[in-house]
T-cell receptor
Framework: SQQGEEDPQALSIQEGENATMNCSYK?????LQWYRQNSGRGLVHLIL?????REKHSGRLRVTLDTSKKSSSLLITASRAADTASYFC???????????FGTGTRLQVFP | DAGVIQSPRHEVTEMGQEVTLRCKPI?????LFWYRQTMMRGLELLIY????????DSGMPEDRFSAKMPNASFSTLKIQPSEPRDSAVYFC???????????????FGAGTRLSVL
């Protein structure tokens, strides 16, 4: 399967703590994206990092990319209860418009 | 823009019945994707279109599934006949695609929750 894998599968933390999720993928990429899915909703794009970038920030989100290890991490700082959701990484497939989604990390933030 | 619009939001049907799911992509987007999401299998790409043409249907599970995109603003996913194992949430997504220089960011609809009894 080309599907990426995320680690951990589930994560529970208290409000104010940081949450780190990891993603590994199998093929060369042009870019990697992170999406969030709230319960019962569609996925929402959070951030995109290109293959020539190593780190990117957006508000409380920090994404890193290590193409030599084919891995990425998503850090959410000072988490809030509203951050409770599933988080997916997605990589592009060469010469197509397809995205290959990971298996997702379920994040629970307790107030 | 209203985003990607899917209908119906919920569908309950009996085994053997035909089911049609509908999707209106974001205006101006030229790629459209149909996904299925279950707890067991996660998010699976069923088929995608570019400029209304099916490009990759390798994820369509079997001949009972078919998808059409008659124009740039409408697509359907049909299951005939439906089976209980088809129960899942079906998502439609659209993107600008590579031709427009977009970075493949996909915008998802709210999904259709299908239950086949």
């Amino acid at each position: 399967s080309q599907q990426g894998e995320e680690d951990p599968q589930a994560l529970s933390i208290q409000e104010g703590e940081n949450a780190t999720m990891n993603c590994s993928y199998k093929t060369s990429i042009n870019n990697l994206q992170w999406y969030r899915q709230n319960s019962g909703r569609g996925l929402v794009h959070l951030i995109l990092i290109r293959s020539n970038e190593r780190e990117k920030h957006s508000g409380r989100l920090r994404v890193t990319l290590d193409t030599s290890k084919k891995s990425s991490s998503l850090l959410i700082t000072a988490s809030r209860a509203a951050d409770t959701a599933s988080y997916f990484c997605a990589t592009d497939a060469r010469n197509t418009d397809k995205l290959i989604f990971g298996t997702g990390t379920r994040l629970q933030v307790f107030p | 823009d209203a985003g990607v619009i899917q209908s119906p939001r919920h569908e309950v049907t009996e085994m053997g019945q035909e089911v049609t799911l509908r999707c209106k992509p974001i205006s101006g987007h030229n790629s459209l994707f149909w996904y299925r999401q279950t707890m067991m299998r996660g998010l699976e790409l069923l088929i995608y279109f570019n400029n209304n043409v099916p490009i990759d249907d390798s994820g369509m599970p079997e001949d009972r599934f078919s998808a059409k995109m008659p124009n740039a603003s409408f697509s359907t996913l049909k299951i005939q006949p439906s089976e209980p194992r088809d129960s899942a949430v079906y998502f439609c997504a659209s993107s600008l695609g590579r031709i427009s220089g977009g970075a493949h960011i996909q915008y998802f609809g709210a999904g259709t929750r299908l239950s086949v009894l």
